[in-house]
C-alpha cells in the first residue's frame, strides 16, 4: 500500500489549487491538522489519511484538463504550402486561422488577417511568407485556467505531447465547456 509522503500532499493540494483551509473542508478535518500533516509535525491516523487523499481525489476529477477540451483531428498547413492552398483549406474547414506545422511541431500560424494583409499575390507566396508567430502550446494536463489565460491573448492554443501536437483548443472550445 502506497502511503504518501507530507510533501506528496502538499504537492498534490498546490498543484490542485486548493488552500490548506479548501482540502481540510473537502476532507473533514480541521486546516491547522493539515498544515501540521504536510509540515511533517504529526502522522495521521490512516482513516484521516484516507479522507485527505478521497478528496485530494475528488478535487482532482472537479479540474478540467487540456486533453478533455481539445480537438484531436487537426487541420494544419506547412511552412511550403501556397497561401492559396492555405486559405482554401480555412474555407473548407471553416476555420479563420490555421497551425503551422513541421513535422508535427508548431512554427506557426496563418490566419485570414495574414493573408489580406500580404496583399494582392499572397496566394501565389508560401505560407512561411506570410505566416505569424505560432500559438502558444501546453501540455495534455494543463488546466482550464491555465488555457484560458493563454486564450486572453492569442487565437488558438496547441496541446503538445513529447514534442508532437496532439490537439488544439480555441476560445470557442472553452466557451462551449463552460456554457
Known sequence: MYLPTPQDLRERRTELGLTQAELADRADVSQPLIARIE????DPRLSTLRRIVEALDEAEGDVVRARSLMHEDLVTVSPDDA????????????????????????????????????????????????????????????????????????KAVMVTEDGETVGIITQADVAARVS
Do not use: C, K, W
Not at 39 to 42: K, N, S, T
Not at 95 to 107: A, E, I, K, Y
Not at 111 to 127: F, Y
Not at 139 to 150: K, R
Open 39 to 42: 509540515g511533517g509535525d504529526v
Open 83 to 154: 497561401v492559396r492552398d492555405a486559405v482554401d483549406r480555412m474555407q473548407d474547414a471553416g476555420f479563420s486561422q490555421l497551425p503551422v506545422l513541421t513535422n508535427g511541431v508548431p512554427v506557426g500560424s496563418i490566419s485570414e488577417s495574414d493573408v489580406v494583409h500580404a496583399g494582392d499575390d499572397a496566394g501565389s507566396l508560401a505560407v512561411r511568407d506570410v505566416m505569424s508567430e505560432s500559438f502558444p502550446t501546453v501540455s495534455p494536463d494543463a488546466t482550464l485556467e491555465e488555457v484560458s489565460s493563454l486564450l486572453d491573448h492569442y
